[in-house]
Nanobody
């Protein structure tokens, strides 16, 4: 089992950048592929990015491809989400989670051990 704590959210203007962090507790972090999701008010949870166990394997949601970068540092038990060229439509609560099943990498149901989320607000 792993516990996840997100940080790094805030209020920024369109075009700005933010880096989110997700710190994992426990010694098993390196055995989990990880993902970032986001949820805006009144909307379903949306897949943002996925990273494999050691990093080279990544996948992005269509709405963030080319602007966001996911990375991980297994020595620090941390996964990051670098967000550039932010847009108002990126406003949401961002969550990290561990990929624990075998289905679609984009499906929230395939992930467990969700963090509490960090709010990102992008003003126009």
């Amino acid at each position: 089992q792993v516990q996840l704590v997100e940080s790094g959210g805030g209020l920024v203007q369109a075009g700005d950048s933010l880096r989110l962090s997700c710190l994992a507790s426990g010694r098993t972090f390196s055995t989990y592929a990880m993902g970032w999701f986001r949820q805006a008010p009144g909307k379903e949870r949306e897949f943002v990015a996925y990273i494999g166990l050691s990093g080279p394997s990544t996948l992005y949601g269509d709405s963030v491809k080319g602007r966001f970068t996911i990375s991980r540092d297994n020595a620090r038990n941390t996964v990051y989400l670098q967000m550039n060229s932010l847009k108002p439509e990126d406003t949401a609560v961002y969550y990290c989670a561990a990929y624990t099943r075998s289905g679609s990498l984009r499906a929230a149901r395939e992930y467990d051990y969700w963090g509490q989320g960090t709010q990102v607000t992008v003003s126009s």
